[in-house]
Antibody, heavy 120, light 108 residues
Framework: QVTLRESGPALVKPTQTLTLTCTFS??????????VFWVRQPPGKALEWLAR???????WYSKSLKTRLTISKDTSKSQVLLTMTNMDPVDTGTYYC????????????WGQGIPVTVSS | EMVMTQSPATLSVSPGERATLSCRAS??????LAWYQQKPGQAPRLLIY???TRATGIPARFSGSGSGTEFSLTISSLQSEDFAVYYC??????????FGQGTRLEIK
């Protein structure tokens, strides 16, 4: 059974750095040659792709957020981390991690999401 | 830059009736198109990938069609649990992946 779960702070102040953790089970990044995405959703708005990390440590970032994002993995803990620097109120929303499908870049399993508010 | 346009923004349909949602890509995406369902307070759920292949466990009343730039998701006989927001997502232009703005399917 594949599961993913996001964890991290619910509230960050403007200019601070956000660090989120995605803990997954039911698959192995390395053995199954899988990839994990981060996607976010502002309140009442659409989904936005942020970053992807591959089993071989290739990393991909949204062009508009590239300078602020870092994605990494800890395969020993079955975790993928995302850091976003210089947080702003417009970054408020729900952040999801999701697994890439076995064939292409659709997202077949999602975490429950973690709501993050940026406010002083 | 790829833009995915979904229509209508809101669709009102009665239970038991058919609903058809549309998604248009600004550039050719072949059949590299997925559909997701999202209920309030929940994560998106994969319904369709490859434009027409149902994901594991998805009921047969959900079907996808289209290729190139025009796609549709049809729900043949709406059940109460189907009222939600639906998103399309292309993955032909990787990177990035691009989502549509969503269609809200509401009870008429």
């Amino acid at each position: 059974q594949v599961t993913l779960r996001e964890s991290g702070p619910a509230l960050v102040k403007p200019t601070q750095t956000l660090t989120l953790t995605c803990t997954f089970s039911g698959f192995s990044l390395i053995s199954n040659r899988m990839c994990v995405f981060w996607v976010r959703q502002p309140p009442g708005k659409a989904l936005e792709w942020l970053a992807r990390i591959d089993w071989d440590d290739d990393k991909w970032y949204s062009k508009s957020l590239k300078t602020r994002l870092t994605i990494s993995k800890d395969t020993s803990k079955s975790q993928v981390l995302l850091t976003m620097t210089n947080m702003d109120p417009v970054d408020t929303g729900t952040y999801y991690c999701a697994r890439k499908g076995p064939l292409w870049n659709y997202l077949d399993y999602w975490g429950q999401g973690i709501p993050v508010t940026v406010s002083s | 830059e790829m833009v995915m346009t979904q229509s209508p923004a809101t669709l009102s349909v009665s239970p038991g009736e058919r609903a058809t949602l549309s998604c248009r890509a600004s550039q050719y995406v072949s059949n590299n198109l997925a559909w997701y369902q999202q209920k309030p307070g929940q994560a998106p759920r994969l319904l369709i990938y490859g434009a027409s292949t149902r994901a594991t466990g998805i009921p047969a009343r959900f079907s996808g069609s289209g290729s190139g730039t025009e796609f549709s998701l049809t729900i043949s006989s709406l059940q109460s649990e189907d009222f939600a927001v639906y998103y399309c997502q292309e993955y032909n232009d990787w990177p990035p992946i691009t989502f549509g703005q969503g269609t809200r399917l509401e009870i008429k």
